[in-house]
């Protein structure tokens, strides 16, 4: 080993030391290149982006030291030989921490890739298994549906060809109690005028309030039932040709409707039994967007009720008719007060909903006037934090941009530079979010406000029905007639 200050010449006395893939110091560089090319000026090339790709391939694709240590090189300062400058050698492009931070940076895209490929795997077959016990739920439900259709259908038919057999084997018999009879008929007018005006003033609700509710079916219901009434007691009045034609004509309308009920029930059966292997399975493209249907199970249901309320009522006038007519006076008097007094229930059931709707409808006004108020001042909030932020981009931007001006070599990405360029970014961004925000808060706060338009205006639609069920429809029924008045005895 030499001793610290040898000569030059016991220095060149040494073996060549061994090939490393320091580069050398940029003075080196500098000397290097004006001893090589002397009719180029390279003065100023090294404060220019230009650089010799040669050696920063080597230095960035096979390292074979790790980084220098002030602390090694201290430590080991006493046993180095004496420093020979290789001026063949240049810097590095890379620091170490760039190496581990891209290593790391590596690792970490792997990992999450991974990780987002092994649960997309996971999904998708869950996604599979969850969509074919739903299709097999689904399925089985239709088919349960199908096989209570036909259940009903033939509870249906039952009811049908009962009533068939009723009005097949009904005879008629003709009374003369014309006069108590007619008072009756004439009696029956008036609640009928009031059931028909009270619909007739229901039609003047507004909006969301103009439902078909209970209220209504029962109003129509009472109209049906006296209607109902008044042609019994009409039927009373004719003769037995008229009440045979009338016969023949329910009993015709029960007829078609147990034919298409039969039609039904054999399609809705074949369809009940069909399965996946069944033959004559095909597709049927778009078939899925036809409706052809022209009722619903509450409209098909009240149809078939109909007519056999209208069979019942026909027969039961004939078999009244036949014994005597007093029955049919107490029967239809009892159907108009015990349709009467479901009518005022439901009335008084329904205002009782109204009032509470309309009181609920003011404690969500007035906790939307709040919201609008609180997301009001979150608006300004976010406005001025926006304001706020500004001033720090402003601050950054004009930091890089005075550092721009640096001469030459002193245009360094140091850390200042970096950690510039990333406050710009990170307060940009963060203006970009607030800003989404205070759109996303506009926009709730137009929500609020059509919110609250909304509420005012189904506060007055409530109002309005209240009036119209309270004061005007409840006090009209107040005039319906005695059930002495109703059987004919005034």
Same mark, same amino acid.
């Given at each position: 080993?030499?001793?610290?200050?040898?000569?030059?010449?016991?220095?060149?006395?040494?073996?060549?030391?061994?090939?490393?893939?320091?580069?050398?110091?940029?003075?080196?560089?500098?000397?290097?290149?004006?001893?090589?090319?002397?009719?180029?000026?390279?003065?100023?090339?090294? +404060?220019?982006?230009?650089?010799? $790709?040669?050696?920063?391939?080597?230095? @960035? %694709?096979?390292? &074979? =030291?790790?980084?220098?240590? !002030?602390? +090694?090189?201290?430590?080991?300062? $006493?046993?180095?030989?004496?420093?020979? @400058? %290789?001026?063949? &050698? =240049?810097?590095?492009?890379? !620091?170490?921490?760039?190496?581990?931070?891209?290593?790391?940076?590596?690792?970490?895209? @792997? %990992?999450?890739?991974?990780?987002?490929?092994?649960?997309?795997?996971?999904?998708?077959?869950?996604?599979?298994?969850?969509?074919?016990?739903?299709?097999?739920?689904?399925?089985?439900?239709?088919?349960?549906?199908?096989?209570?259709?036909?259940?009903?259908?033939?509870?249906?038919?039952?009811?049908?060809?009962?009533?068939?057999?009723?009005?097949?084997?009904?005879?008629?018999?003709?009374?003369?109690?014309?006069?108590?009879?007619?008072?009756?008929?004439?009696?029956?007018?008036?609640?009928?005028?009031?059931?028909?005006?009270?619909?007739?003033?229901?039609?003047?609700?507004?909006?969301?309030?103009?439902?078909?509710?209970?209220?209504?079916?029962?109003?129509?219901?009472?109209?049906?039932?006296?209607?109902?009434?008044?042609?019994?007691?009409?039927?009373?009045?004719?003769?037995?040709?008229?009440?045979?034609?009338?016969?023949?004509?329910?009993?015709?309308?029960?007829?078609?409707?147990?034919?298409?009920?039969?039609?039904?029930?054999?399609?809705?059966?074949?369809?009940?039994?069909?399965?996946?292997?069944?033959?004559?399975?095909?597709?049927?493209?778009?078939?899925?967007?036809?409706?052809?249907?022209?009722?619903?199970?509450?409209?098909?249901?009240?149809?078939?009720?109909?007519?056999?309320?209208?069979?019942?009522?026909?027969?039961?006038?004939?078999?009244?008719?036949?014994?005597?007519?007093?029955?049919?006076?107490?029967?239809?008097?009892?159907?108009?007060?015990?349709?009467?007094?479901?009518?005022?229930?439901?009335?008084?059931?329904?205002?009782?909903?109204?009032?509470?709707?309309?009181?609920?409808?003011?404690?969500?006004?007035?906790?939307?006037?709040?919201?609008?108020?609180?997301?009001?001042?979150?608006?300004?909030?976010?406005?001025?934090?926006?304001?706020?932020?500004?001033?720090?981009?402003?601050?950054?931007?004009?930091?890089?941009?005075?550092?721009?001006?640096?001469?030459?070599?002193?245009?360094?990405?140091?850390?200042?530079?970096?950690?510039?360029?990333?406050?710009?970014?990170?307060?940009?961004?963060?203006?970009?979010?607030?800003?989404?925000?205070?759109?996303?808060?506009?926009?709730?706060?137009?929500?609020?406000?059509?919110?609250?338009?909304?509420?005012?205006?189904?506060?007055?639609?409530?109002?309005?029905?209240?009036?119209?069920?309270?004061?005007?429809?409840?006090?009209?029924?107040?005039?319906?007639?005695?059930?002495?008045?109703?059987?004919?005895?005034?």
């Amino acid at each position: 080993m030499e001793p610290l200050g040898s000569t030059l010449t016991a220095t060149y006395a040494r073996p060549p030391p061994a090939p490393t893939s320091f580069l050398p110091a940029i003075s080196t560089l500098a000397s290097s290149y004006r001893n090589s090319f002397p009719h180029r000026n390279f003065t100023h090339s090294l +404060s220019l982006p230009w650089r010799p $790709s040669t050696y920063y391939k080597v230095a @960035s %694709n096979f390292p &074979t =030291l790790g980084p220098y240590c !002030t602390r +090694s090189q201290r430590v080991s300062e $006493s046993s180095m030989l004496p420093f020979v @400058s %290789n001026r063949t &050698t =240049l810097f590095t492009r890379y !620091t170490p921490d760039d190496w581990y931070r891209s290593n790391l940076t590596n690792f970490q895209e @792997s %990992n999450t890739s991974r990780h987002n490929s092994e649960r997309l795997r996971v999904d998708t077959s869950r996604l599979i298994q969850d969509k074919y016990q739903q299709i097999r739920k689904t399925q089985a439900d239709t088919t349960q549906n199908l096989g209570e259709r036909v259940n009903d259908i033939g509870f249906w038919k039952s009811e049908i060809t009962h009533e068939l057999d009723e009005m097949i084997g009904e005879t008629n018999a003709l009374t003369d109690v014309k006069k108590r009879l007619e008072r009756a008929l004439a009696e029956s007018e008036a609640p009928l005028q009031v059931a028909r005006e009270c619909l007739f003033h229901r039609e003047k609700r507004m909006g969301i309030d103009l439902v078909h509710d209970e209220v209504e079916k029962q109003l129509l219901t009472e109209v049906d039932v006296i209607l109902c009434c008044q042609e019994r007691m009409k039927l009373h009045l004719d003769k037995a040709i008229a009440q045979l034609a009338a016969n023949r004509a329910a009993q015709h309308e029960l007829e078609k409707d147990l034919s298409d009920k039969q039609a039904a029930q054999r399609i809705d059966d074949k369809c009940h039994h069909l399965r996946n292997t069944s033959e004559g399975v095909s597709f049927f493209r778009g078939v899925e967007k036809v409706d052809a249907t022209v009722s619903v199970p509450e409209s098909w249901a009240k149809f078939t009720d109909d007519n056999i309320l209208r069979s019942q009522c026909e027969r039961a006038a004939s078999a009244k008719l036949r014994n005597e007519i007093e029955n049919l006076l107490v029967v239809t008097a009892n159907e108009m007060w015990n349709q009467f007094n479901r009518v005022n229930l439901a009335f008084t059931n329904r205002i009782a909903e109204t009032a509470d709707a309309k009181n609920k409808i003011q404690v969500h006004l007035s906790k939307t006037l709040q919201e609008i108020f609180q997301t009001e001042r979150t608006i300004e909030s976010i406005k001025k934090a926006i304001k706020e932020k500004s001033a720090f981009l402003k601050v950054a931007q004009t930091r890089l941009d005075e550092r721009t001006r640096r001469p030459n070599i002193e245009l360094c990405r140091d850390i200042a530079q970096v950690r510039l360029v990333n406050e710009v970014y990170e307060v940009d961004d963060t203006i970009q979010t607030l800003q989404q925000r205070l759109r996303e808060a506009e926009d709730t706060l137009q929500f609020l406000v059509h919110t609250k338009a909304t509420l005012e205006h189904d506060l007055a639609v409530k109002a309005n029905t209240l009036y119209i069920d309270q004061e005007k429809c409840m006090g009209m029924r107040k005039s319906f007639p005695t059930t002495l008045r109703l059987v004919g005895y005034c």
